[in-house]
């Protein structure tokens, strides 16, 4: 596929949508967006399989008050799930650069230009931010260590600070060229979100190590300027949800090493669970002997999270190893062919 077909120097900015329980979110997230410092080219809402959210969608910027046609609203034209519905903005996409926002999180003015300053490097074929999680409470809860923030989808400790090379972005505060899907193809379903109540993930990870290996000159950045602030419901400051999230990681991490191999799969986790989590476990101790609030709850949650990720990574693997489960990772369709599926 031609990579310059029907595209142009702007940025397509993808948010996926599934439920109307987000709609004041949905709003945020595409006014957000409407307000870069650095404009839009566009901004595609994929609806995942919820004609009446796609319904509503379509007459709030279609046909009504926020009429416009700088968005434009699309059916998921594939499975039920996250993968599903990034590829198909990626078909639809008409900038030369695709960028992804979550659809309860509000992007910084000047998120995009961060992330146009970066591909100025022809080399660049991915940039990701810096997300802040937005607490439901108002404040962190003491037990929650900064270095599993991945639970609820934002930063953690332990990654590079400013702009720094990196093996992986994070799905939800994301950017590519839109020549990166043409050499690596899309998001692989099976491995992410799918409407299961397990709350899966990495496929932004299978993703970014595919690419590496089908373009090994490429280079994939963060950049911490890139800011957006992601809202994490009361649900998910848990302890509950905590366990849940790092044993479904595990699933997950075994299906990358299945789709990537093994050390690549893993490059990243090694150090991270031999020098970051550590040193997470004694400052948490730490902080408990200075009689600092949540010092020993946090040194505890790294221990268990530890624990549940590799008992999840284990039995995905077996899993794996006995054909139970299974993902696929095609090409992304060529723009040419991509359904219109707004209004």
């Known amino acids: ?12 900015v993808v948010i996926c949508v599934y439920t109307e329980d987000r ?32 319904a509503r969608l379509t007459a709030r910027f279609t046909d009504g008050a926020d009429r416009t046609e700088e968005v434009r609203v699309l059916a998921n034209a594939g499975p039920r799930g996250l993968s599903s519905g990034r590829n198909t903005g990626i078909a639809a996409a008409r900038g030369e650069f695709v960028a992804f926002l979550d659809d309860d999180a ?12 970066a591909y100025d490097d022809p080399r660049v074929m991915a940039v990701g ?10 404040r962190r809860p003491d037990w929650f260590p900064e ?18 090379r990196v093996r992986n972005v994070l799905g ?24 299961d109540r397990r709350p899966l993930g990495c496929e932004e990870t299978e993703l970014c190590i595919r690419l590496s290996q089908a373009l090994p000159d490429a280079v994939l950045l963060i950049d911490d300027r ?3 602030h992601h809202k994490v419901p009361s649900a998910r400051e848990r302890f509950g949800y905590f366990r849940t999230r790092t044993y479904a990681e595990g699933l997950s991490k075994a299906l990358v090493s299945r789709s990537v191999g093994a050390s690549a799969g893993l490059e990243a986790e090694r150090r991270y669970t031999t020098r970051v989590l550590p040193a997470g476990v004694v400052r948490g101790l730490r902080d408990a002997l200075l009689g600092r609030p949540g010092g020993a709850g946090r040194a505890g949650a790294i221990v268990t999270g530890v624990t549940t990720a590799a008992v ?8 794996a190893r006995g054909g139970g489960a299974t993902f696929s990772s095609g090409p992304i369709p060529d723009r040419r062919d991509a359904p219109e599926v707004a209004a």
């Open 106 to 117: 509000v992007a910084e003015r000047d998120w995009l230009r961060y992330f146009a300053e």
């Open 23 to 54: 709609w004041e979110d949905i709003l945020a997230a595409v006014g957000s967006v409407r307000d870069q410092s650095r404009p839009a080219r566009e901004i595609l809402l994929v609806v995942d399989h919820n004609e009446r959210l796609r």
């Open 129 to 138: 931010g810096r997300t802040v999680p937005a607490w439901a409470s108002g």
């Open 226 to 228: 890139s800011v957006i």
């Open 1 to 12: 596929m031609s990579a310059d077909v029907g595209t142009d120097r702007g940025f397509s």
């Open 147 to 164: 270095e599993f923030d991945w639970v609820v989808g934002c930063t953690y400790r332990g990654l590079p600070p400013g702009r720094a």
């Open 172 to 195: 939800g505060n994301a950017s590519f060229r839109r020549t990166a899907f043409d050499a690596a193809g899309g998001f692989a379903t099976g491995i992410g979100r799918d409407g």
């Open 312 to 319: 999840g990574y284990v039995r995905g693997a077996l899993r």
